[in-house]
Nanobody, 127 residues
Framework: QVQLVESGGGLVQPGGSLRLSCAAS????????IGWFRQAPGKEREGVSC????????NYVDSVKGRFTISRDNAKNMVYLQMNSLEPGDTAIYYC????????????????????WGQGAQVTVSS
């Protein structure tokens, strides 16, 4: 069973950048599809990006395409979300989540599919 811990959140001005990190322990990360999700106050949890076990398949929600980049380093048990050109609408708590699968080559942006969740990291975009 994997444990996930997010870090790297904070307060940033519009147009700025942040890099979120998701550190895994308790299990080898390369068995897991990893997704990044976010939840703003009063809104449902939204899938932001996901990455397949080997890192060859990436998906993004339309609102972050061209601004966010997901990556992973299985040797270090780490997944990252580089966020550029941040907008006030990106303000939310960001969560990484893991889904253990035997098959590589795909990932999912549906929160209900994921079994393991971190505690979340607050990202606030404001001037």
């Amino acid at each position: 069973q994997v444990q996930l811990v997010e870090s790297g959140g904070g307060l940033v001005q519009p147009g700025g950048s942040l890099r979120l990190s998701c550190a895994a322990s308790g299990s080898t990360l390369d068995y897991y599809i990893i997704g990044w999700f976010r939840q703003a106050p009063g809104k449902e949890r939204e899938g932001v990006s996901c990455i397949s076990r080997g890192g060859g398949t990436l998906n993004y929600v339309d609102s972050v395409k061209g601004r966010f980049t997901i990556s992973r380093d299985n040797a270090k048990n780490m997944v990252y979300l580089q966020m550029n050109s941040l907008e006030p609408g990106d303000t939310a708590i960001y969560y990484c989540a893991g889904l253990r699968r035997l098959i590589d080559g795909y990932c999912l942006l549906s929160a209900s599919q994921y079994d393991y969740w971190g505690q979340g990291a607050q990202v606030t975009v404001s001037s």
